[in-house]
């Protein structure tokens, strides 16, 4: 991840902070909702991961947008192998989370896996209204440091 990107939308005193999963494929819920209690601002999280095509569960991606919506935490959802999920469960997302979607949830994906152009880099966010316009001051070429420029 570009993390002057990321300091751009969420603030110059971002720092990334890796939350890993040091003895199973599935993600330590305890470890992740720790960091989240603790003062993380953002979480980064990627499902299904990549290399090892763990899928995160219903269970834990309600868990993690309940305690992210609680400490007011935004989630960055990397859903860029959504497509080449075959499980028999299938995909889970923030998206999925029945009722009005967390303002604060990033769900980003691309065409470049699926479609087999690997080169193209590009993709998409779905996301509220309001970190909409957060990610569109950074990302659209009118824009400079975050702030629209002035013609």
């Not at 967390?102 to 896996?113: L, P, T």
């Not at 880099?121 to 309001?130: C, D, F, L």
């Not at 659209?140 to 440091?145: A, E, I, N, S, V």
Request: proline share 7%; hydrophobic share 35%.
């Amino acid at each position: 991840y570009h993390v002057k990107q990321l300091q751009a939308v969420f603030g110059e005193s971002f720092t990334p902070e890796p939350i890993l999963r040091p003895t199973s494929l599935r993600p330590d819920m305890e470890e992740v909702e720790k960091a989240l209690r603790g003062g993380l601002e953002a979480l980064i999280f990627t499902n299904p991961a990549n290399p090892d095509g763990v899928v995160w569960q219903p269970d834990e991606i309600r868990r993690l947008v309940d305690v992210a919506r609680e400490v007011g935490a935004y989630l960055i959802c990397d859903e860029c192998y959504v497509d080449m999920v075959y499980v028999q469960n299938g995909h889970s997302s923030p998206l999925d989370i029945e009722g009005e979607l967390y303002d604060r949830a990033i769900v980003c994906r691309g065409f470049s896996k699926s479609l087999g152009c690997q080169s193209w880099r590009v993709g998409y966010a779905v996301t509220s209204p309001v970190t909409a316009a957060s990610i569109v001051t950074v990302m659209d070429p009118g824009t400079k440091r975050g702030e629209r420029q002035r013609e």
